[in-house]
């Protein structure tokens, strides 16, 4: 009788936890994530978490694809560090009659861990991508990124684009919104904010986009700009420290104790290492003097160095202005009739080189193939 109850309590126990398991219709049959399913050229990691860019120059294919630039990035934060840390350090603190004797050391870990978070956020948070049409449409977020941005990026209600460029670059965007800076983009099929730009290495637009970087491997734009110039800053102060301790290590004369550190041949090797991560620090103090002329101005890269008429930008600061919130979540569930609408990786260019070069010409402020009237109505 026991048995028999416990056996009924068993499979009343299995019935209730299979009630509560969701149903393979339910859940994953039939519908997949959506970074599974992403168009443009950004990778996805750790499960639609981390995102990073689409670079195609050097790529390393046993590294996911990414570029050898972002290696190298990689390399001259982490070999100089290593050597400082098991080696330099050390000796000056030996060496030299620190006060207090923790300080050098706390500020490099300290240094040397920031520099390290602030790459990896860098590298591998959202940029503030701006969702395709087909991925607004196939998640159903048109009320709520209507909402975010302050307009419906997919256009007027009840109008669809026609593919043609220059008649979707007329028709899709309201006069209101034209006259403020907003324009359309054809290969996203979106209208996007005056700030806004479509990065090719990635194949998607992005919110107040500043630049394309290779060596962080991901577009520079407004939710993740604060990251760069975090990192800029830390690698900078960084370098700082680490090098002129590597050279005064390996190249000081004196003791018998350096001179046994610094044989021949660590020092050849050292000086040609030494001077390629000096040409970097070099290179990375004058882009983040670049970087502090453009936060002082208010400007992106690509709006001080293209051709692009000038925009009013005293509204929206470059790096104190907030981030803001992810347009699309990657792992948002999409059923296969949706996601059927949406292309394989970067395999979909809607627009033509002709119509790419037609719209890039009425940016500027050209007339292409239409009137002049109609190119300033488009502006």
Not at 12 to 25: G, I, N
Not at 78 to 101: C, D, E, I, K, M
Not at 350 to 359: C, F, K, P, Q, V
Request: glycine share 8%; hydrophobic share 40%; net charge positive.
């Amino acid at each position: 009788l026991v048995f028999s109850m416990q056996s009924a309590m068993g499979s009343r126990t299995t019935a209730a936890e299979a009630a509560r398991r969701p149903s393979p219709s339910s859940s994953s049959l039939g519908r997949q994530r959506l970074y599974r399913r992403w168009p443009a050229k950004s990778r996805f990691f750790c499960g639609g978490r981390c995102i990073t860019g689409g670079e195609d120059e050097c790529p390393i294919s046993s590294l996911g694809g990414i570029s050898c630039a972002s290696v190298a990035t990689w390399l001259c934060v982490l070999v100089p560090s290593l050597v400082y840390f098991l080696v330099a350090l050390p000796y000056v603190r030996r060496s030299w009659s620190l006060r207090p004797p923790a300080l050098v050391p706390v500020a490099s870990v300290v240094l040397f861990i920031s520099t390290v978070a602030l790459l990896l956020a860098t590298c591998c948070s959202d940029p503030g991508i701006i969702p395709r049409r087909q991925l607004v449409l196939a998640t159903g977020s048109r009320a709520r990124i209507t909402g975010m941005l302050g307009h419906d990026l997919l256009g007027p209600e009840g109008r669809e684009p026609s593919g043609d460029a220059l008649d979707d670059a007329m028709k899709m965007v309201p006069d209101a919104l034209r006259q403020r800076g907003y324009r359309w983009c054809q290969t996203c099929q979106i209208v996007r904010p005056p700030r806004a730009s479509h990065c090719r290495d990635c194949d998607h637009c992005v919110l107040r986009f500043d630049h394309h970087c290779p060596f962080v491997n991901n577009c520079i734009g407004q939710r993740n700009y604060h990251f760069f110039i975090g990192f800029t800053t830390a690698a900078m102060l960084l370098a700082a420290i680490v090098l002129p301790a590597i050279l005064w290590t390996f190249f000081s004369a004196g003791s018998s104790e350096n001179a046994s550190i610094a044989v021949a041949w660590l020092r050849g090797a050292a000086l040609v290492g030494f001077l390629s991560v000096v040409a970097a620090a070099l290179l990375l103090a004058g882009l983040w003097i670049y970087h502090l002329y453009l936060v002082m101005t208010g400007k992106t890269t690509k709006e001080h160095l293209g051709r692009r008429r000038p925009l009013d930008v005293s509204n929206e600061p470059t790096l104190f202005a907030p981030r803001g919130e992810r347009l699309f979540d990657p792992r948002a569930w999409v059923d296969d009739a949706s996601a059927s609408v949406l292309p394989g990786s970067h395999r979909r260019q809607a627009a033509s080189s002709e119509d790419a070069d037609a719209i890039a010409c009425l940016e500027a402020g050209f007339g292409g193939s239409r009137s002049d009237q109609d190119s300033s109505q488009l502006l």
